[in-house]
């Protein structure tokens, strides 16, 4: 077991003491992705609470906790591939010595280590659903969906963060809805922030290079674009992130002859700056909940192009971003020159979407709604 403090390793015993209201954030990973930056969020964002942050992470990809400004206790546990029934002692050995006042799991893969929680004497024990990870995507499988409704017993707050999550949970799992809450993401919306006028040359996507994000239909999609439509010539897609598929995106790239249009920028810290750089976000996946990047991008005036999956169409419509079907490479080329060939449009889109997410999922709320349910309140000024 590794405890990082930010990038200076110490030994657990050293600083293994109890801290008033501190709250355990249990992963499964700390690397690349928009639950990772939804944590990084709140912990950044919760300076006014009286509240100290702990991140454990099953594995030791962190590579995410450069996005945290705090300095705040972090603990690797090494699990094993498969089942590792010696993560669960670890684990519980360690949150008896942190006591914490509450822990967050987030997605399948660590649900199951509430039963753990409730051992350790955790008072408040909240899950939180941003998708489907580590689980079946469609969310059927019988043994997993069993599993999760006899754990739920063991959680106080079940946390979803898109209406069709909400649904699945409460219909499919038959999980009580009194527990059952759902819980926006949200996101730092910048003022006064204007929409460029020019003539849209830079498309980008932001994401895990997974199969669910489907960046392998977009680069088809791009190339099509660029070999059949005017105009796209002189255009570029940038594809932000990492994951498995790097190699394989790669690869394609070079057997479509898109190296000089198509460019794999890897795992980024300056999303912002990219979004305000980029013309057009485009979003390709075959599932999603509640995309941090769409809001992301929202929030920076960037025009939004998504497949329309998962829970996407019942948080935003078609008044604030463009909707195409999923798996078509077609119809997302000829939707990406729809865009781009239509300046009024796109300014009344992004101007539609920048006022309904400062309205919705401004930062702010989403920190408010999480210290509720770890029961914590802000600090009274003396």
């Not at 999303?271 to 909940?289: C, G, H, P, W």
Request: with cysteine; glycine share 4%; hydrophobic share 40%.
């Amino acid at each position: 077991m590794l405890l990082v403090n930010l990038n200076v390793k110490h030994k657990p015993e050293e600083i293994l003491l109890k801290v008033r209201n501190s709250i355990v954030h249990l992963v499964y990973s700390f690397g690349c992705g928009g639950l990772e930056k939804v944590i990084a969020n709140l912990i950044n964002h919760s300076t006014e609470y009286d509240a100290e942050h702990v991140l454990i992470s099953l594995t030791d990809d962190i590579s995410m906790l450069e996005q945290v400004d705090k300095k705040i206790k972090v603990f690797v546990l090494d699990k094993k591939s498969g089942n590792d029934i010696k993560t669960h002692f670890k684990l519980l050995s360690l949150l008896r010595k942190l006591k914490p006042q509450a822990i967050n799991t987030y997605n399948f893969g660590t649900i199951e280590y509430h039963l753990v929680a409730k051992l350790a004497g955790i008072p408040v024990r909240v899950h939180s659903d941003h998708g489907r990870g580590g689980d079946d995507p469609a969310g059927k499988n019988k043994l997993h969906n069993f599993f999760r409704k006899f754990i739920a017993h063991f959680i106080n707050e079940y946390v979803v963060v898109s209406y069709d999550l909400f649904k699945w949970i409460l219909n499919d799992l038959n999980i009580s809805k009194s527990k059952v809450s759902l819980l926006f993401n949200g996101v730092a919306v910048p003022e006064k922030i204007e929409h460029s006028c020019n003539l849209p040359k830079t498309f980008v996507t932001v994401g895990r290079l997974d199969k669910v994000k489907n960046q392998k239909l977009l680069i088809e999609a791009f190339a099509l674009a660029v070999n059949t439509l005017d105009g796209f010539a002189d255009c570029h897609l940038n594809i932000v992130g990492d994951g498995p598929l790097y190699n394989e995106l790669s690869a394609q790239i070079d057997s479509l002859n898109m190296q000089n249009s198509i460019h794999l920028l890897g795992f980024r810290n300056d999303i912002t700056a990219i979004l305000k750089d980029s013309d057009i976000f485009v979003l390709s996946s075959v599932y999603e909940a509640m995309p941090m990047t769409i809001l992301e991008a929202m929030a920076n005036k960037t025009p939004v192009v998504c497949t329309k999956v998962g829970g996407i169409s019942k948080f935003i419509s078609e008044e604030q971003a463009w909707f195409v079907e999923s798996k078509n490479c077609k119809a997302l080329a000829n939707k990406l020159n729809e865009v781009k060939i239509n300046d009024q449009f796109r300014l009344e889109k992004v101007n539609n979407a920048y006022n309904f997410v400062s309205e919705k999922y401004e930062m702010k709320q989403m920190v408010k709604a999480y210290m509720a349910k770890y029961g914590i309140t802000e600090e009274v000024s003396p």
